[in-house]
Antibody
Framework: EVQLVESGGGLVKPGGSLRLSCAASGFTFSSYSMNWVRQAPGKGLEWVSSISSSSSYIYYADSVKGRFTISRDNAKNSLYLQMNSLRAEDTAVYYC?????????????WGQGTLVTVSS | AIRMTQSPSSFSASTGDRVTITCRASQGISSYLAWYQQKPGKAPKLLIYAASTLQSGVPSRFSGSGSGTDFTLTISCLQSEDFATYYCQQYYSYLPTTFGQGTKVEIK
């Protein structure tokens, strides 16, 4: 069974940093591109970042470019999101999500999400 | 970025109803359109991709259609477990991929 479990969320002050993790199991993690998608409270879905299976290709939404860094460790079946210079508008539930197939940001499995709150 | 607009934003329906949700893209996206279902406090679930292909395990009462700029999600016979929020997503221009604002289906 495919499982994605996020961790690392919490309350952080504006300008602070946080590192999210996503532990994957039940599939060959190293064969899939992975993503972070966020959802502000009561709002819709926003794609944040993608990383290819071998980390060769990395993409960011304009809203987080230069502040967030996506990475992965295929030996540990883990995905990460380093978030720096956090702003109030980064407050959201952050989901990790698997690409259904290579080259298409179509998300067939999602984690349960981890809440990031940016507030003083 | 391609803007996705869903209509309506919310509506009420009864179990057994046939319901349709519309999604419009700000430019042509061929059939690179997916639909997700999200229940409160849960992660989204992929229902349909390539505009009309049902994801494995999704009940056949769900169907999708459309191409270019106009798409629809239809639930042929609404069940109690279908009350949720539905999102469309375009992945034609995947930098960035973008979602509609959501359509909440509530119990009448």
């Amino acid at each position: 069974e495919v499982q994605l479990v996020e961790s690392g969320g919490g309350l952080v002050k504006p300008g602070g940093s946080l590192r999210l993790s996503c532990a994957a199991s039940g599939f060959t993690f190293s064969s899939y591109s992975m993503n972070w998608v966020r959802q502000a409270p009561g709002k819709g879905l926003e794609w944040v970042s993608s990383i290819s299976s071998s980390s060769s290709y990395i993409y960011y939404a304009d809203s987080v470019k230069g502040r967030f860094t996506i990475s992965r460790d295929n030996a540990k079946n883990s995905l990460y999101l380093q978030m720096n210079s956090l702003r109030a508008e980064d407050t959201a539930v952050y989901y990790c999500a698997r690409d259904k197939s290579s080259g298409e940001p179509l998300f067939d499995y999602w984690g349960q999400g981890t809440l990031v709150t940016v507030s003083s | 970025a391609i803007r996705m607009t869903q209509s309506p934003s919310s509506f009420s329906a009864s179990t057994g109803d046939r319901v349709t949700i519309t999604c419009r893209a700000s430019q042509g996206i061929s059939s690179y359109l997916a639909w997700y279902q999200q229940k409160p406090g849960k992660a989204p679930k992929l229902l349909i991709y390539a505009a009309s292909t049902l994801q494995s395990g999704v009940p056949s009462r769900f169907s999708g259609s459309g191409s270019g700029t106009d798409f629809t999600l239809t639930i042929s016979c609404l069940q109690s477990e279908d009350f949720a929020t539905y999102y469309c997503q375009q992945y034609y221009s995947y930098l960035p991929t973008t979602f509609g604002q959501g359509t909440k289906v509530e119990i009448k």
